[in-house]
């Protein structure tokens, strides 16, 4: 199992798994054009992508789906909810297949999970993507950690995880004071410390974790790693997802 992250943060997210010759793209928060020139950068061809599958219903996660259906034929997937709440905003959509969350995707024998999350979404989900005994999970705007989670993190060989924002930034920072108390609130993001502190008590078998879905104004790549390592350890696998370029193509197992 290959994956990049296209792009994360509040300025647009989308990831790229490859499995057993199966391509996929996960939310479409940013342009048909993006997408494609990022995946050209490892060589990828996104027209060879069977479908986008949607988290919820966010602009940042969903704003470009139905682009990418009509330039390159891309089924869209999304919870009844999502579909609901964003039909309205994606222009023409003729192949939409609509899942409850909680459902089990079939392509091709890699599986992707759908988990319910607590975010402010409307029936939003995050994404476990099996694939010949190996796991990645896909978890950014979770809300919280709320009940369950731990029994996903312990089954994870790589993990996509929000580490949204760093308390004392947030707290001092230029947003109102009903936005942070949003972001931090139970249907916000997980801190920097939530994020490292979850890993730590739940991953059993994880050998990559991948920060994602950094703040621009209450967060920093180098503020979001030393709270982590400060609480993994300075010899845990850690990468960055960046908010306005594509990662490195990372091997999952």
Same mark, same amino acid.
């Not at 709440?85 to 994606?90: D, E």
């Given at each position: 199992?290959?994956?990049?992250s296209l ?7 989308s $990831?790229?798994?490859? %499995? ?12 048909? !054009? ?11 061809d ?8 949607? %988290? ?11 682009v990418?259906?009509r330039? $390159? ?11 609901r709440?964003? !039909?309205?905003?994606?222009g023409v959509?003729?192949d939409?297949?609509l899942f409850d ?32 005994? /190996? /796991? ?9 950690? $709320? ?14 995880l ?17 936005? /942070?108390?949003?972001? !931090? ?5 997980? %801190? ?11 991953a ?10 950094l ?20 010899? $845990?696998?850690?990468?960055?997802a ?12």
């Open positions: 199992m290959l994956t990049c792009q994360s943060g509040s300025n647009g997210n $990831f790229y798994v490859e %499995s057993n010759g199966v391509r996929l793209l996960f939310d479409a928060g940013i342009s048909a !054009r993006s997408s494609q020139e990022r995946l050209a950068e490892h060589n990828r996104i027209r060879e992508v069977e479908a986008v599958i949607i %988290s919820h219903n966010h602009s940042d996660h969903v704003k470009h789906a139905g990418l259906h330039k $390159f034929s891309l089924p869209v997937y999304m919870t009844h909810g999502a579909w709440a964003s !039909r309205g905003k994606l959509v003729n939409v297949r969350a909680g459902d089990c995707l079939q392509f091709d024998g890699t599986t992707v999970e759908t988990v319910p999350t607590a975010h402010d979404g409307i029936d939003g989900v995050a994404f476990i993507i099996s694939s010949e005994n /190996k /796991k990645l999970g896909i978890f950014t705007d979770l809300g919280h950690r $709320f009940e369950g989670i731990e029994k996903w993190m312990a089954e994870l060989d790589a993990l996509y929000e580490s949204n924002y760093d308390n004392e930034m947030l707290e001092n920072g230029p947003y109102p004071h009903w936005l /942070k108390n949003r972001i !931090r609130g139970d249907g916000g993001h997980l %801190s920097n410390t939530e994020a490292a502190q979850l890993v730590d008590d739940s059993q078998r994880l050998q990559l974790l991948i920060l994602s879905h703040s621009e104004h209450n967060n920093s790549p180098e503020i979001a790693l030393t709270t982590a390592r400060n609480i993994l350890g300075a010899d $845990f696998p850690i990468a960055m960046h908010r306005s370029q594509v990662s490195d193509m990372f091997a999952v197992g």
